[in-house]
């Protein structure tokens, strides 16, 4: 099974900035596209950005041009670069990884969850 471990979240007025940083562990099989989700308060879980392992990234409307993705596939880490955060961006962020397994005419895909890093955005 696959462990994340996030951290960087905290309290940050707005305007400011934060790096969340989510390092996977505890597998021998190759960790696939990762990245992060988060929910904000009384809502849903939402997506906010996902990086493939070769590096393709995929960004919602709400936070592009404002964060950004990257992963290290040698430390197993992604990060999540935020800046010009506002009250909007308040949510619990949660790591997300997924492997592929099984051979190739019978793939399957395994995800994980890491147990969420909180942000808080003071206006």
């Known amino acids: 099974q696959v462990q994340l471990a996030e951290s960087g979240g905290g309290l940050v007025q707005a305007g400011g900035s934060l790096r969340l940083s989510c390092t996977a562990s505890?597998?021998?099989?190759?960790?696939?596209?990762m990245g992060w989700y988060r929910q904000p308060p009384g809502k849903q879980r939402e997506l906010v950005a996902t990086i493939s392992r070769s590096g393709g990234t995929n960004i919602v409307d709400s936070v592009r041009g404002r964060f950004t993705i990257s992963r290290d596939n040698a430390r197993n880490t992604v990060y999540l670069q935020m800046h010009s955060l506002t009250p909007e961006d308040t949510a619990v962020y949660y790591c997300?990884?997924?492997?592929?397994?099984?051979?190739?005419?019978?793939?399957?895909?395994?995800?994980?969850w890491g147990q969420g890093t909180q942000v808080t955005v003071s206006s």
């Open positions: 997300h990884a997924d492997q592929i397994r099984g051979p190739v005419e019978r793939q399957f895909t395994l995800d994980f």
């Open positions: 505890g597998s021998r099989f190759e960790i696939n596209s």
